[in-house]
């Protein structure tokens, strides 16, 4: 049965570092490295969903994550059955803000090693059937809820078991620097923090005055007339001052 988790910050993957020697396999090798063949994505907006397409491959370069139990490695021509058991989001930001990702393709691959595997140290096996793994980014919502104001960087990957009609038993090591078979990376931009408005205030008092209060659009008109009428009055009393001191002359 397929399953989707969502991993912690991928710091947390240290404590599974320190617990290699009760997680490994007992008699397992940790050895080659799988992943998919295309990783990068663009950076994605809040919400947003992205498809990967693409095929997994196992190669003896890159970070070791396959632990092998039963042969050392794949035996030359064994053809190989793997079951994509999990999809994996590990990141730097909380389990909440992780988004999605879902499986929209046969959790079952196959394929065949190559006949020079155990002699050539750049073979490589690639499983024949595509893997499309649907990533959503959380919600813009989610990344505010979180104190998120730049970006947030997500892997994406597969815990997959691998057998082979040779006898080998193959999986994610648990231990290794990368314990999954990783199919994406993802950068989230978080959403802009947009300031909150100042409510309106009484000039005259100094308190709010709500939205659909009169006030908001009597106020100024109140401070207008006061204006106009304190003007009036200045101006009458320099009249006055001018008459008085040039009074009419008698007859």
Known sequence: MLTVRRRGPAKGILALLALAGVLALPGSVNADHVEGTEMLAPDLAPGESILHEQYVELAKSGIPNIGYDGNPSFVDGEHLTATITEVVIQGDGPSTAQ??????????????????????EFAAIRFDERVDVMYTAPSAATLLDVGCHSELYFRVGLLIDIVGDAGTHATIDPASELPLAQVSVATIRCPAVVQPTPPATDLLG???????DPARTMLPLTILCALATSTAIAARGRWRAGW????????
Do not use: C, Y
């Not at 879902?102 to 006949?115: F, H, K, N, R, Y």
């Not at 100094?206 to 659909?212: L, Q």
């Open 99 to 120: 988004g999605t990702a879902e499986l929209q393709s046969t959790p079952t691959l196959t394929a065949t090693v190559p006949a020079d595997w155990s002699a050539n």
């Open 206 to 212: 100094g308190a709010p005055v709500p939205p659909d």
């Open 244 to 251: 008085d001191s040039n009074p009419r002359p008698k007859d």
